[in-house]
């Protein structure tokens, strides 16, 4: 009893160290960009004054509203495109066992192995010669593609424990492959489809790399990838800096608290399973 005890009080304590270590960088980021704007805040201190005009100056400046909209258009034109074949593909592999399956999956497995830094340079090649270089496309397909094996490796991690029980009795009730994904087992992946979602929206949300290498026009890229023009602009002011950070990072923060309880569901899930 003694030592179970010991062992909770020690479990909170490293989550309580583990959760200011994680949130002192946000706390910090906060406070400096209530400071007025030009100063060099220093550490973790609450101005004399608090400017919170700051988050509007910050999203003026860096015409937010127009980033807002063209993050969340790339972010439509990835995520359910995404879902979508990582879905069927994840039927076929880990459910309906498809011939030549296992070669697949070690393909897709592969896949994860390939750094995006490594790609890059091609792909940018890739999407000139597409005549694509500088639109939104030039950020939604290559995501789309650089997902896929992240995205196949989760949903066949559902559906290949997915019960061999449900899928039989719809056989013999004359259900047809489609009507046995589409009724049956899509609805049971649920949790892994929001997680998945989840996921990927906050990654696309967040891209850097391809919309600073890509796109040319901050009103074009992703939320982060334009916070880099941002930074440009106003780089030497930090509580300006700090604050545009702030309102990048709201959106994402957001959507995951929403549905963070789909997210553990599927985590759970997952972790029973295996």
Not at 60 to 87: F, K, Q
Not at 170 to 183: E, H, I, K
Request: charged share 10%.
């Amino acid at each position: 009893m003694i030592v179970a005890r010991r062992s909770t009080v020690v479990g909170w304590l490293l989550l309580a160290v583990l959760m200011a270590v994680t949130l002192l960088p946000f706390v910090s980021m906060f406070t400096s960009a209530l400071f007025p704007s030009g100063s060099y805040p220093i550490g973790i201190s609450w101005p004399a004054h608090p400017h919170w005009g700051n988050f509007l100056s910050a999203f003026d400046a860096a015409d937010m509203g127009a980033m807002l909209e063209s993050s969340a258009l790339i972010v439509l034109g990835v995520v359910p495109v995404s879902l979508l074949i990582s879905t069927l593909a994840g039927f076929a592999l880990g459910h309906l066992r498809v011939r030549g399956g296992q070669a697949a999956f070690v393909l897709f497995l592969l896949g994860l192995t390939l750094p995006l830094e490594g790609v890059i340079v091609p792909l940018y090649y890739e999407v000139r010669s597409f005549g694509l270089l500088g639109s939104r496309w030039a950020i939604i397909l290559p995501l789309v593609g650089l997902f896929m094996p992240f995205a196949v490796y989760w949903m066949r991690a559902h559906f290949v424990t997915a019960p061999g029980e449900l899928s039989e009795a719809a056989r013999v009730d004359g259900a047809s492959t489609w009507q046995l994904f589409w009724r049956i087992h899509v609805p049971l992946a649920r949790p892994a489809l929001t997680s998945l979602g989840i996921l990927l929206s906050v990654w696309t949300w967040n891209q850097f790399l391809l919309a600073i290498v890509l796109v040319d026009n901050p009103t074009n890229r992703t939320m982060a990838g334009a916070l880099g023009a941002f930074q440009g602009q106003w780089g030497t002011n930090i509580p300006l800096l700090n604050a545009g950070s702030l309102l990048i990072l709201a959106p994402t923060l957001v959507l995951f608290l929403a549905f963070q309880r789909h997210f553990v569901t599927a985590l759970l899930q997952g972790s029973l399973k295996g």
